[in-house]
């Protein structure tokens, strides 16, 4: 059922099995097995998902490689409360681990909020990243591009920037490495450090045998139209033309209501086993925000993974009782 401002206050009584904090693939595919093993769940997700961003989904079986990230969700979502999963949009402030269950505590709406309170005995963060993009003056020239030929993935890109003219807006001297691995679809590579770190000499070195360029005067706008990027025009006014860009600037990770619960993690990622399970055993972590390979068809098989150990879980503490309790029903 959708949730409400109005109807969620009824459901703060409930126990859910599992609330679910983000409605990306990951946290979709999770409610989605969740239901389908009879267990009640909630998703949690405040909206703009680093997959509505993805303007195509190039490469997941069975969909067309132009498959909007949206149109997933928005199917991801139907599905999932065609299986009696509750859904709603909020964001989640904090989890407190309350010993047998956790106490979710949610803010409702964006004006005249309303806080609500939620229990679950087991928490799944799929809450996902965000990505960092170059900081210019006007940031509606980045969103202008962003998603469409300035990429962020080069694992889901690289393929797109074969042969082209790229562009690497690098945060930092490990940021711009990655310069290195598109190297593999491209040889045209020039690296953008925006005026943000010093560059060794190692790296000026390195770059110069691979044939790269190397440019440090800050970006002062994108150039192009129709969302497809054709170059920059640095501070100094210079143009440097281009036909793709990638953007290596790093991600915030989504992970500010687990703060109270003391998990592992490594840099920004938490760290779990190869069900989800994360250093807490009621706390499961999926798609972007664990540690693994951020793509869509990983952020699907996770919510699969977490959701059947969860089951797993609570079939073996529930041993005979639960069938006891519906014969005599
Ligand atoms: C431009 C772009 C292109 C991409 N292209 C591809 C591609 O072609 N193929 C591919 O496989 N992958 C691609 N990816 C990567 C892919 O989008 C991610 O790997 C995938 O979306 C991860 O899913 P997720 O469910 O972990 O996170 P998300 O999809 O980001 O979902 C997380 C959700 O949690 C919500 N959330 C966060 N914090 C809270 C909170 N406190 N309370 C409630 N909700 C919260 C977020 O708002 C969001 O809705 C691309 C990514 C980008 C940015």
Redesign the pocket.
Known sequence: MKLTKQNSIEKTNQVYDAIV???????LSAGIYLQRYLLSSLI????????V??Q?????LGLPPDTP?KTLLKQGKEHYLTLGGDLLN???EEVTDEGETFLVRVKVGRTNSIYVEFRAKYIIA????I?HLPALEKMQNVFDYA?YNL???LL??GYEMQDKKVGVFASSESAAQVAFSLGWFTPYITVFTQGLFNVSYELRQKLNEHGYFLVETPVKQFLGENHQMSGVELEDGSVVNLEAGLISMGSRY?S??LQSIDLEYLGGNLVTDKMGRTSHPRVFS????KVGM????V?AADGALSATQIWRDIRRQTGAKRNLDRLAA
């Open positions: 904090i983000g409605g990306g693939a990951a946290g949690i997700d405040k909206g703009k998902a680093r997959s961003w993805m195509e989904l190039h490469n997941y990230g909020a964001y989640v799929a809450s996902g990243i990505d998603g990429h962020v993935c889901c890109d989504h500010d209501y999926l798609g972007d925000l951020n793509q869509v068809v952020a």
